[in-house]
């Protein structure tokens, strides 16, 4: 069975730019969420979508925004990009009734110059 | 302020030794507990969980307690191996409005098995 699969892999923007990074989930999932690891922090939850709609944001400003296709893929969306934005962005996926475990995927690196 | 807390961010243990990763939670809410392991470059792997229903899960080499008066889980390694060098991630479940479930984690502990 295919992982959670994320691309690309490595990203390099400029500050102001707009970066977009892309999720697929496991077959079967249907929910995706959106976690931040910047250097030397923890996770920072991002973001949540499941069945399509956001279930759940965390403490981050607007120009962090995504969207979850009918086949359950995401994206993540970076606006104005700044330096503060480079870090590890992982997705990860969880079944239906099951969000308590989830499966990452190998995440992006994102470097804002 | 952080509800899930790893007070230590880094361990080292010898091989064939004890490792004992310890996580301290605050909101007596969380109902389900999870420990996650993460290479450098990998995203986050299960590893092992428990429910508040319990007070230990053994898998293997690894067992989680839960002790819920004090709000306090601790994921023990035995024996630690060289390859079990990576960060520990604990998280915490719990309920919100709508059914839905959130986890919340901990920054991280990051262990080093020396050979």
């Known amino acids: 069975e295919a992982g959670v699969t994320q691309s690309p892999t490595h990203l390099i923007k400029t500050r102001g730019q707009q970066a977009t990074l892309r999720c697929s989930p496991i077959?079967?999932?249907?929910?995706v969420y959106w976690y931040q690891q910047a250097l030397g922090l923890g996770l920072q939850f991002l973001l949540w979508?499941?069945?399509?709609?956001?279930?759940n944001r965390g403490n981050f400003p607007p120009r962090f925004s995504g969207r979850q296709f009918p086949n359950y893929s995401s994206e993540l969306n970076v606006n104005a990009l700044e330096l503060e934005d480079s870090a590890l962005y992982l997705c990860?996926?969880?079944?239906?009734?099951?969000?308590?475990?989830?499966?990452f995927g190998p995440g992006t690196r994102l470097l804002v110059l | 302020d952080q509800q899930v807390k790893q007070n230590s961010p880094s361990l080292s243990v010898q091989e064939g030794r004890i490792s004992i990763l310890n996580c301290d939670y605050t909101?007596?809410?969380?109902?389900?507990f999870l420990w996650y392991k993460k290479y450098p470059a990998e995203g986050p792997t299960f590893l092992i969980s428990?429910?508040?229903i319990k007070d230990k899960n053994e898998d293997g080499r690894f067992t989680v307690f839960l002790n819920k008066s004090a709000k306090h889980l601790s994921l023990h390694i035995v024996p630690s191996q060289p390859g079990d060098s990576a960060v520990y991630f604990c998280?915490?479940?719990?309920?919100?409005?709508?059914?839905?479930?959130?986890?919340?984690w901990g920054l991280g502990t990051s262990l080093a098995v020396n050979p």
């Open positions: 979508y499941d069945e399509g709609e956001e279930r």
């Open positions: 077959s079967g999932h249907t929910s």
């Open positions: 998280a915490a479940s719990s309920l919100h409005a709508g059914n839905n479930r959130k986890l919340i």
């Open positions: 990860a996926s969880s079944p239906p009734q099951a969000e308590e475990t989830q499966y």
């Open positions: 428990i429910s508040s």
């Open positions: 909101n007596s809410m969380f109902d389900y």
